[in-house]
């Protein structure tokens, strides 16, 4: 899944689920087709699956506050047998069936710069694409034009002005509460994706 998310900073949210969480990493440029180009990708908290498809607003002054907009859907393939290790060594080989990404992706970390006592550690990756027929030299930037959702063909504008849905992301001492989706209660019965949260999973 990736949500482009504008937030402080317009991003896309890299998400792959591995072992019944999605592993994440906020992208800062829209991701290239281009092998020579490098993107920031810095690694985030791990989130539960189901907001993997979530599309709608987060409150201001909440974690990640502003608009969500699920950008690409699809499935994930290592090109590995020892995933888990490779995330955990820092380079992870991967192939893409999205709609939007496709083909042969490598996420690479990058040495730990500016790592102070006290302070939780940033993990910076680079999300590049690597040489195969998905990728495109001639047109680095061709994703720059997917400004639609994948799921409801929506810009970020009409999400922002129009969107019911609501996810509450309170962070609690510094690190992020489970997430709780909320909505008005007839918005909840006409809309699937909204389900109630589960006992133990409320915001406080
Ligand atoms: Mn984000």
């Not at 900073?9 to 092998?35: I, Q």
């Not at 699920?70 to 995933?83: A, K, N, S």
Request: aromatic residues 6%; hydrophobic residues 35%.
């Amino acid at each position: 899944m990736v949500q482009r998310h504008d937030a402080t900073r317009l991003h896309y949210d890299f998400r792959l689920e591995l072992d019944g969480v999605f592993k994440s990493w906020a992208v800062t440029k829209t991701p290239s087709l281009d092998p020579a180009v490098k993107r920031l990708a810095v690694e985030v908290e791990d989130h539960p699956l189901d907001y993997g498809t979530f599309e709608g607003t987060i409150p201001k002054g909440q974690y990640g506050g502003g608009t969500v907009q699920l950008w690409d859907r699809g499935t994930w393939t290592p090109q590995t047998d020892t995933p888990e290790r490779d995330l955990a060594n820092g380079h992870l080989k991967i192939l893409l069936r999205g709609e939007r990404m496709k083909g042969k992706w490598a996420l690479v970390r990058l040495r730990d710069r500016d790592v102070r006592p006290g302070r939780a550690v940033r993990h910076n990756w680079l999300l590049i694409k690597e040489i195969d027929e998905e990728a495109d030299r001639a047109h680095p930037d061709a994703l720059e034009k997917d400004i639609t959702s994948v799921k409801t063909g929506r810009t970020l504008d009409e999400i922002a002005r129009k969107s019911h849905a609501v996810w509450n992301s309170n962070r609690e001492d510094g690190k992020p509460a489970r997430a709780v989706r909320t909505a008005p209660k007839s918005v909840r019965s006409k809309k699937k994706m909204l389900r109630r949260p589960r006992t133990g999973m409320r915001a406080r």
